[in-house]
């Protein structure tokens, strides 16, 4: 009778050995001199702690076969095993028997920056019939010497051909010379007389990963066994996901490498985003985030969950939280949860990574031609278990511009400067919690006497003066207390200043955001889990403010603002803007993934009530790789009117929130393991949408909620997963959007309308340190409001456009090609250096930006934008 | 026949290091926001233009009177006619709209054109009679008493009133034109062919007038024109030829007037050519407290004030200098430098216009030699 005898934990460590190459490089490889850079070590896989052997399938057993069965394992948090999956069968009753012996497996369970998390691994489960002993000798014969064996064959990952050439080396565990044997042409080896004992097997071939086992070997037994070695390149999946599965219909996840190696960007990783599907070219160097068809003011920024009023520094340049310090950014452009509101376009909610778990203290050094940064983590001194993380950055753009404006002629008291802060401790309160208390902020001021005042509005010339700056003190405790309860409570106290002045015309707000946000989410039964929370918003400001009205899109040219009565309001108040929502999460069935939600605001400053219903849900056709997936959504989204909408001096108290309906329905389809497509269709109804219109006594205007329009669209992205080599994607979005300002006009395409959006993009590692990318767009011109004509204004000396419809131009097309090369050393200490060089435009493309007109509106030219940029970084890390 | 007494003005300045500044400046920011056109600079009056309109008092008094008086100059190619004899300017006013929706001029474009449809041939002939309709290079119309009616325009800021003035300059014949798109109801032909004429030879424009019941105003005080540091002599030095004219840097223009004289540029490239410094002088009390702002309660800001410089020919290379800034206060280096055109020229006009932000205007004008 034949014994059996299971090879599966062995072969799990293995495999996740492989595959973890790809997300944490050994230390033999990281130091390898010249070799790929590795990655932080932020992935710890699971690890096995309680096998469960599987009954061998009597059938198989009786016929006398072996077989493989590759399983995809989903693992919580807690290391309980969710759901087995067969992706590579072996029949005969294997199947069954692995996933049943599989699922209850236990785990220690995978974790990202020291904190548990879901993960999802590929498992091979093996079974092997154990050669039966020998019939016993006749009395007379001597007793048998006992036998010990280890043999078997290596063959070519999940195929059953020979590998030929794979050496195979055996170091026994208690100590002593490694043996070796070598696979034949049938992939078989042999390694006799070994002695009883635990023994670690390594296999190596070239071109294939190396397989580290290990295997025990009893006392006169013949131990077989089959390593299938996995391509280099191609090993083992691990996945690590969020804690959650997706609440949103679409929800795109940029991993670190993404995030600082697309070409264009500078390594920045919220620019990164506007090469996402459904989000447009900004113009120029503008940082402004302009998501399916909406204005960049109907986008939230997020870090961990508090609002922050600007994502960008100056033009763009960068954003105001460096890209080392970040886990993730989560990017929704539409059919969000109802954890977000307030909005009507999209959500970007950045996660701050947590501090290297490695005990070690790690730093680096970033400069390039805009600014400078460092970052360092490790453990806080004298207090144990807790740990930080802090950078700061600050740009030297004043280094060279402000000279160069002096020598213009310009009184520069303040350069353009920015600088922005970071500063993180973490701990664990206990193995599921988590606290963090930070600081973060930023600050962005120009300030100069410009005696050449502007041609266009001479009387706007002079001082000017622009400063934003914001700080936020942040309290984020997060506690999954049981399988069944997760808690998350996020406190932010702040800051925020934004001035400008130019003559005699001023805005300084001085504000005090208090942002609270509370979510519990239970379990109440298998399928169904409960989301609700809080979010308040409370803002105590001070405002001053001495400006003309400012025109609204769509109205005719004001003129000049010279020698016109400026509006002027000083006041001092509060925004109050709570909010609740709730959210249900239900699987009724494994391939079906309900969300229904709901969420209610309310805006202290319009006395207005917003209830925002709101539905997702997923359906997996496919459930196991290659998986597809349908989804879709639809939901309400209110947006509150702006605070110089409802203020009583610039707009009218009366109006409320504009309405947005979301629509959505798209696929998902996995295509290889690296490649996946996603196709989307959207359209937003816009209701209620701020306007002005004359006020009843004809006199001046007044804010109403007259506005309407739409936005219809379809984006497909086609991802190349990052792996050890070469991420990439091609984004299309394809759109249309259009708005009113009251129901007696006709629609007209909306200022950010982009028709056509392309974007393809990728990065190649190519070795020895070296890593090349390109990014290429194709994008839709702008729009532009055409001036027929001019009219002098003789209070000013200048001319006032006779403006036509209202964005009813396109400028033409935009195309260019970005290209980043990376060099970067890795030291035996550990210590990496990089260099980049990330060249903007590099054909030179004449793209047109916008149309300037001479002084009197009767000749115009196109306005192009930047020309080739290259910009050349370095950087040094430990 | 006595000749006037020569003058001595100085000798051309050296050109400064200013254009290599700018280039610095005009490349870092053309790195950073693109390049858009290069067209022929406001200064350069090659066209019919309207340089300033002068609206006094500035702020108008409910129930007053305002004037109102056009600073033109018809650069045009067509200015003249094939005598040679410069041709007629037409100049037409017109009022009557006060506080239109949301202070916008646009909003008066319905109202105007309804008043010209209602005109005779007798209130054209009668032009300047009424208080929405003139013709000539200036007129007068009467504010109505009751225009300060809007409701302050935020804490502590002063009511106020506001008429526009729309105003055509045409070097033909103005017509009404009811299909015109846009803007005025209005357009200018050529008298011999019926052609429309176009923005070389037809300017539009309007002023705004705002009226407050306590703020007033009082237009920027312009002494003169200076060249090359050096004002014009009153009254001026006359000649019959060059040789009246003794003094270096000195030449007689053709009107019997002795000039300064500078030569032509011959330089190959504009950056290379001598520069000539021009300076409107200002009183210092022309810089007025606005009062608006102090009514407010806030911060007190005094006017801007800013000049605007024209010629003939030549390049400047400030189309306008700060002068008063409303926190800085007085400006230096309110100067500008003027580049001559690489042809004998024979005489080169300039003027500069001197503005406040509140709706202030008077100018100064100069004329030079380049020969």
Known sequence: ?878 | MPHPAPRTPPAPAPPPARPRARALAALALAAAAGCGGDFEPPSSLTTLRVLAIKVSPPYGKPGEPVQVEMLHYDGSPRSRGPDGRPRQVQILWLGGCHNPPSDQYAGCFEAIGQALAGLTPEDVAAGGASDVFGLGPAWGFTIPAEIVSRPPPGDGAPAYGLSYVFYVACGGRIEQDPGAQGGLPLRCVDPATGEPLGPDDFVTGYTPIYSYGEVSNAHPIATGLRFQGQLEAAPPLSCADAADCRAEGLGCAPDGRCLPKVPPCTAETLTDCPEYELLVDVDPASAEVDEASRLEGGQIFQESIWANYYSTDGRFTRQATLINDAQEGWVEGQETTWQAPNAPAGVVRFWAVVRDNRGGASWQIRDILVE
């Open chain 1, 1 to 878: 009778m034949p014994r059996l005898r299971h090879l599966a934990r062995a072969f799990f460590v293995a495999t996740l050995g492989a595959s973890a190459t790809a997300l944490v490089s050994p230390p033999a490889l990281a130091q390898q001199p010249g070799g790929e850079a590795p990655a932080p070590p932020a992935v710890e896989p699971p690890v096995l702690q309680g096998f469960v052997e599987a009954p061998y399938p009597p059938e198989a057993e009786k016929a006398g076969l072996e077989g493989n069965v590759t399983l995809q394992l989903d693992i919580d948090a807690g290391g309980q095993v969710t759901k087995a999956t067969v992706i590579d069968p072996a029949g005969h009753g294997f199947d069954e028997a692995a996933v049943e012996a599989a699922k209850k497996f236990v785990f220690q369970p995978a974790r990202r920056n020291g904190r548990p998390v879901a993960a999802r691994i590929n498992y091979r489960y093996r079974f092997n019939l154990k050669v039966a002993p020998a019939p016993a000798a006749g009395p007379d014969a001597p007793p048998p010497k006992p036998k010990t064996l280890l043999r078997g064959v290596v063959t070519m990952g999940s195929s059953t051909d020979a590998l030929e050439g794979a050496r195979v080396r055996v170091r026994p565990l208690a100590g002593g010379a490694p043996l070796e044997a070598t696979a034949a042409s049938d992939g078989s080896w042999s390694l006799p007389d070994l002695p009883p004992g635990k023994y670690s097997v390594e296999v190596e071939a070239p071109g294939y990963e190396p397989l580290r086992v290990e295997e025990e070997v009893s006392a006169g037994e013949a131990t077989e066994v089959t390593y299938r070695l996995n391509p280099a390149g191609s090993g083992f999946e691990v996945v690590v996901r969020g804690q959650r599965p997706p609440r949103e219909v679409t929800k795109r996840t940029l991993e670190q490498r993404e995030l600082t190696r697309i070409p264009g960007t500078n390594g920045d990783a919220l620019r990164a985003i506007q090469n996402l599907p459904g989000v447009a070219r900004p113009p120029g160097l503008a940082g402004l985030l302009i998501v399916r068809g909406s204005a960049p003011d109907e986008t939230q920024v997020f870090v961990d969950g508090a609002l922050i009023p600007i994502a960008y520094h100056f033009g763009g340049l960068s954003s105001v939280v460096p890209s080392e310090m970040l886990s993730k950014i989560d990017f929704y452009p539409g059919n969000f949860s109802s954890q977000y509101g307030r909005v009507q376009g999209g959500i970007v909610d950045i996660g701050i990574r947590s501090p290297n778990p490695d005990g070690k203290y790690h730093g680096l050094v970033q400069a390039d031609l805009i600014d400078a940064r460092i970052l360092a983590e490790g453990p806080v001194p004298l207090l144990k278990g807790w740990s930080f993380i802090g950078g700061a950055r600050r740009s030297y753009v004043d280094a060279w511009l402000g000279p160069v404006l002096e020598q213009a002629g310009t009184d520069v008291a303040t350069a353009p400067v920015y600088y922005d802060y970071q500063f993180f401790l973490e701990t664990k309160p206990s193995a599921t919690s988590t606290l963090r208390l930070g600081v973060f902020g930023s600050d962005d001021a120009l300030k100069l006497l410009l005696k050449d005042p502007f041609l266009e509005d001479p009387g706007l010339g002079g001082s000017l003066g622009f400063s934003t700056s914001f700080s936020r003190l942040q309290v984020l405790y997060r506690n999954q207390i049981s399988n069944d309860l997760r808690l998350s409570a996020e406190l932010a106290l702040g800051t925020q200043n934004v001035t400008f002045g130019l003559g005699s015309l001023f805005f300084n707000l001085d504000s005090y955001p208090v942002t609270h946000r509370f979510e519990v989410s239970k379990r109440l039964a298998k399928g169904a889990t409960l989301n609700v929370g809080q979010d308040i918003f409370y803002i105590p400001f001070d405002i001053a403010l001495r400006l003309p009205a400012p025109p609204r899109p769509g109205e005719p040219d004001p003129g000049p603002f010279t020698g016109r009565p400026p509006l002027v309001q000083r006041e001092s108040g509060a925004l109050y803007q709570p909010a609740a929502f709730a959210e249900l999460e239900l699987q009724p069935h494994e391939r079906v993934r309900l969300v229904p939600g709901f969420r209610v605001d309310y805006t202290r400053e319009t006395k207005g009530w917003d209830a925002s219903p709101r539905f997702n849900g997923r359906y997996a056709v496919r459930p196991e790789f290659p998986k597809t997936t349908i989804k879709g959504g639809l939901g309400v989204f209110h947006q509150p009117p702006e605070p110089q909408e409802s203020s009583r001096v610039f707009g009218s108290p009366k109006i409320k929130s504009s309405r947005a309906m979301h629509y959505s329905f798209g696929a998902e389809q996995e295509i290889t393991r690296q490649v996946e497509i996603s196709v989307e269709g959207f359209y937003k109804q816009l209701d209620n949408l701020v306007s002005r219109a004359p006020a009843a006594n004809n006199s001046s205007f007044e804010y109403g909620n007259l506005g309407s329009g739409y936005v219809v669209g379809a984006e497909t992205l086609l991802r190349y997963k990052p792996d050890k080599r070469f991420f990439g994607w091609l984004a299309y979005t394809l759109s249309r959007s259009a708005r009113r300002d009251n129901p007696d006009q006709p629609l007209r395409l909306f200022q950010y309308d982009q028709t056509h959006i392309l974007t393809a993009l990728g990065s190649y590692r190519l070795g020895r340190g070296w890593e090349f990318g390109a990014r290429l767009r194709l994008v839709s011109g702008p729009l532009d409001t055409p001036c027929s004509g001019g009219l002098f204004n003789s209070a000013s000396g200048s001319y006032a456009c006779l403006s036509g419809a209202p964005f009813s131009r396109r400028l033409p097309p935009f195309h260019q090609l970005d290209l980043r090369i990376d060099k970067r050393w890795v030291f035996s200490s550990g210590a990496r250096v990089g260099v980049y060089l990330d060249i903007l435009n590099v054909y030179n493309r004449q793209n047109v930006e916008a149309v300037s007109y001479n002084y009197n509106y009767s000749q115009s030219v196109n306005t192009t934008g930047v020309p080739i940029i290259p910009s050349l970084g370095a950087r040094g890390e430990f």
